[in-house]
């Protein structure tokens, strides 16, 4: 008897948990419809004001190894990304900027360099020497 009782408890817990999720499914979307046409893009778009992504990696080595520098015009926004293996600093010299650094969690910068110059992006371990992870050079007219 107690066999029967919980094999229909069981058939209308099942019951009543089909009906739920058939009427919590989302509706199929009509395919009547048109899909949007894509965005025209005109000269005035969001293109112009993208980003100049630039990432370097503080690898570890001799601090005199000389990582190419990366160039861009004064007036841009650069999105400066620093991976290091290790933990420690990462400092912009000459823009006064630092933030942390370890594996698995780059340093980001967030920039808009108006200024013509060298800066070097200087890698600061916890437990090392100090070393050059690469230069961010800015060429142009100075602006201000």
Do not use: H, N, Q, Y
């Amino acid at each position: 008897m107690d066999l029967r009782r919980g094999l229909l408890l069981l058939a209308i817990t099942l019951l009543v948990v089909a009906g739920v999720s058939s009427l919590l499914r989302p509706a199929p979307e009509s395919s009547d419809a048109p899909a949007p046409p894509p965005a025209a893009p005109d000269d005035s778009s969001e293109s112009a004001d993208e980003p100049r992504r630039i990432k370097f990696t503080a690898a570890a080595g001799s601090p005199l190894d000389r990582p190419r520098p990366k160039t861009v015009e004064a007036g841009t926004r650069v999105i400066l990304t620093v991976t290091a293996s290790e933990p420690g600093l990462v400092e912009l010299d000459g823009l006064g900027r630092v933030a942390p650094a370890e594996s698995g969690t780059p340093a980001v910068f967030d920039l808009l360099v108006d200024r013509p110059g060298r800066f070097d992006v200087v890698f600061k371990p916890t437990d090392g020497i100090d070393r050059r992870a690469g230069s961010l050079v800015v060429e142009g007219p100075a602006t201000g």
